[in-house]
């Protein structure tokens, strides 16, 4: 089994022509959003496209959220693909979805700029931001069960054209994701700076919470999760160490829970000891 890829900016029509590349690669698997797709059936995963909001579809797309890259890589190895096309926004993320999924290297990366017209892409940039609509590489039939409620509407994709006959390969569908009609989601840092200050200060142990400081890791425009860090007072008499690891475990479950970010890393610096007089 080896893998290629398939790298452009979100909404540049990556899905619509990823069984143009499949086909044209010899891929008889694809890795699009969360989900498995092999021979135009779903085999496994969760589409990214059914999360609630933006941050948690990025999570299921790169395969972050429990237990998600696990039954992936089992389908992966239950069935046995020959070559796998993975889709991504950058080559950072589809080098991240191989990892999660323990896929052999990459062996070529294919941009969307390299097979896609600039006018092809903003007709896609415009269905996808101004309509919400978005496609998987799979059958309306084959949505439906995964999709149930969702607007799927079928689109025929023709790929082989001959004098004498048109080949149907595949046909892509249509599936509004639930956030696409809420618009863009934003969570200000004071925001998150106020869920560390709560669950800090709910500890006993903790006597005031000092300087607070949020900063997000990025890729380029990709934002890639949260290194946070804190200050405080501390009352006299605890374990230290002990005490600093179920707070950073308490802070970072806190804010990936109430905002979907990933928190990479929780520091926290203790200035001093309080004793009580």
Do not use: W
């Amino acid at each position: 089994m080896d893998v290629i890829a398939l790298v452009g900016p979100s909404g540049t029509g990556k899905s619509h022509r990823a069984l143009i590349v499949a086909h044209k690669h010899h891929a008889d698997a694809i890795i699009d959003d969360g989900i498995l797709i092999q021979n135009g059936k779903i085999i496994a995963g969760k589409s990214a496209k059914k999360e609630q909001s933006r941050i948690m579809a990025v999570r299921r797309a790169i395969f972050i959220l429990p237990g998600h890259a696990e039954e992936v890589s089992a389908a992966i190895q239950r069935v046995k693909p020959h070559r796998i096309l993975v889709l991504g926004t950058s080559e950072n993320m589809v080098q991240k979805i191989a990892k999660a999924l323990k896929l052999p290297p990459i062996a070529q990366i294919i941009h969307i700029e390299d097979i896609a017209t600039k006018a092809e892409m903003e007709k896609a940039r415009f269905y996808r931001l101004k309509k919400g609509q978005h496609i998987i590489p799979v059958p309306t039939i084959e949505l439906k069960p995964h999709f149930s409620g969702y607007l799927i509407d079928p689109l025929q994709s023709i790929f082989k054209r001959s004098r004498t006959r048109r080949r149907r390969l595949g046909e892509k569908s249509i599936v509004r994701p639930v956030f696409s009609y809420y618009g863009k989601l934003i969570i200000d840092d004071s925001a998150i700076r106020a869920i560390v200050h709560e669950t800090m200060s709910r500890d006993d142990s903790v006597q005031k919470v000092g300087s607070l400081h949020v900063e997000h890791i990025m890729a380029g425009s990709e934002d890639l999760g949260l290194r946070i860090a804190a200050s405080c007072v501390l009352g006299y008499g605890n374990h230290i160490p002990t005490l600093l690891r179920q707070l950073q475990g308490k802070v970072r479950d806190e804010v990936e829970q109430m905002t979907g970010m990933i928190v990479h890393e929780v520091n926290i610096t203790v200035k001093t000891l309080y004793v009580k007089g």
